[in-house]
Nanobody, 129 residues
Framework: QVQLVESGGGSVQAGGSLRLSCVGS????????MGWFRQAPGKQREGVAA???????VYKDSVKGRFTTSRDNAKSTLYLQMNNLSPEDSAMYFC???????????????????????WGQGTQVTVSS
């Protein structure tokens, strides 16, 4: 069983920054790819960023240049640095982890929420205008 715990959410004004963290524990497979997802009220959960063990990243187009994800494999910790936030970024943010075949690990496939089995409980991000 895998446990993922997010932290770092909060309320900021537009243009501000937040750094989210996700600490993993339990049976975390060394092959796991990790991702960040968000869900706003009334909307479907969407993938924001994903990162492989070697640091290769995939981002949702709307966050490219503003969000940066990184991971510390030794600490089983995932990070999401979010800069120049806008009200449209307001949502519950979740981290997730799972295995993927090599053929898709560099593609937008890893931003599909349905492909992940292990999820954290989420941390709320609210951006005011």
């Amino acid at each position: 069983q895998v446990q993922l715990v997010e932290s770092g959410g909060g309320s900021v004004q537009a243009g501000g920054s937040l750094r989210l963290s996700c600490v993993g524990s339990g049976n975390i497979d060394s092959d796991y790819l990790m991702g960040w997802f968000r869900q706003a009220p009334g909307k479907q959960r969407e993938g924001v960023a994903a990162i492989d063990r070697d640091g290769t990243t995939v981002y949702k187009d709307s966050v490219k240049g503003r969000f940066t994800t990184s991971r510390d494999n030794a600490k089983s910790t995932l990070y999401l640095q979010m800069n120049n936030l806008s009200p449209e970024d307001s949502a519950m943010y979740f981290c997730a982890a799972d295995s993927f075949p090599p053929t898709v690990r560099r593609s937008d496939y890893v931003l599909r929420p349905s492909e992940y089995k292990n999820w954290g409980q989420g941390t709320q991000v609210t951006v005011s205008s």
